[in-house]
């Protein structure tokens, strides 16, 4: 179990475990919020009854969630939408950079990266497993943006990479930092989508400690630190995934020269023989941005037929 305890202990509201931490309240998902599932952040402000993003566990909450004024999406994917169906009337506010994803299925599909052949296949499991609805009526917001919900405030701090998108949203005077898809899982960060970026994912994560946070809550697995230095110590194990990555690339390059393709079927994320409709394109995508990343830097080079080899 690798959910670190909070000062508050967990108590049960409809059968959902949940963190209280001042005006914020935290459900947590199936398994920790294991992915498909996610953990519910909801704040209560005297005006305001607010929800960041709506993973499934949305579903199960009753009155208290389906009651929201409000929804400050961190970032957009399936897994993180799969409540808004329920408030149709809240207003839904993302962050520039994923907005498009979140008002139309074409949009998420270019996020994704997605192509042609695969997105009906897609769009059926994310109707069936998600309940998937698009929100064309999604409001903007930009790095920086502030929502009063009376004596509590959000402000967001625009951190990219695992989306364009992605924002950490920290709930004031309680310090709670909602951190997303920086999930500190020990599969490390995700930067596999069509919009995703290596380069950011490494800004943001030297950027994270910065925010003034005294709790911080992940989207998935991890729940809530109230502990500082544990959560420093999960973000550095979590940020070195991405320099293992490398090394194994590097590694497989001593080996032998290799072009992109044969290095997506070495796979760098996934185990070997795990196989998902998405798999080879988020391998060939991450394989890519430390391939790119290499040559930059001359650790790496590339000859005419796209054969990769140390430099
Ligand atoms: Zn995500």
Not at 100 to 112: K, N, Q, T, Y
Not at 161 to 167: A, K
Not at 206 to 229: C, E
């Amino acid at each position: 179990m690798n959910l670190v305890a909070p000062t508050p202990s967990p108590s049960r509201h409809a059968g959902i475990e949940h963190v209280d931490i001042g005006r914020v309240r935290i459900y947590l998902g199936a398994k920790n919020g294991k992915y498909p599932d996610g953990n519910q952040v909801m704040v209560r402000g005297t005006d305001t009854l607010a929800a960041f993003d709506t993973p499934l566990v949305a579903n199960h909450i009753g009155p208290d969630f389906d009651a929201a004024e409000l929804v400050v999406m961190g970032h957009v994917h399936e897994d993180h939408m799969a409540g808004l169906h329920r408030l149709p009337h809240a207003p839904v506010h993302v962050h520039q950079g994923d907005l498009a994803a979140v008002r139309s299925w074409e949009g998420l599909c270019a996020a994704f990266g997605t192509s042609g052949a695969g997105q009906a296949q897609m769009l059926a499991r994310l109707q069936q497993e998600f309940f998937y609805a698009p929100r064309p009526d999604a409001i903007g917001y930009d790095d920086g943006a502030v929502w009063e919900l009376g004596q509590a405030r959000v402000r967001a701090f625009h951190m990219p990479g695992h989306t364009t998108g992605h924002t950490v949203l920290l709930v004031e005077p309680e310090g709670v930092a909602f951190i997303g898809d920086i999930d500190l899982t020990g599969f490390g960060p995700y930067y596999g989508d069509a919009c995703s970026s290596l380069r950011d994912f490494r800004r943001s994560l030297a950027r994270l400690p910065d925010v003034p946070a005294r709790a911080w809550v992940t989207s998935h697995h991890r729940g809530v630190y109230t502990d500082r230095q544990r959560f420093l110590d999960d973000l550095q194990a979590y940020a070195a995934k991405i320099d293992e990555r490398q090394a194994r690339l590097l590694a497989l390059l001593r080996n032998a020269p290799m072009d992109l393709a044969q290095l997506v079927a070495q796979r760098l994320l996934y185990p070997p023989g795990f196989d998902a409709p998405w798999v080879e394109d988020a391998e060939r995508r991450t394989i890519a941005q430390h391939l790119q990343e290499l040559q930059a830097a001359g650790r790496v080079q590339v000859d005419e037929a796209g054969c990769y080899r140390l430099g």
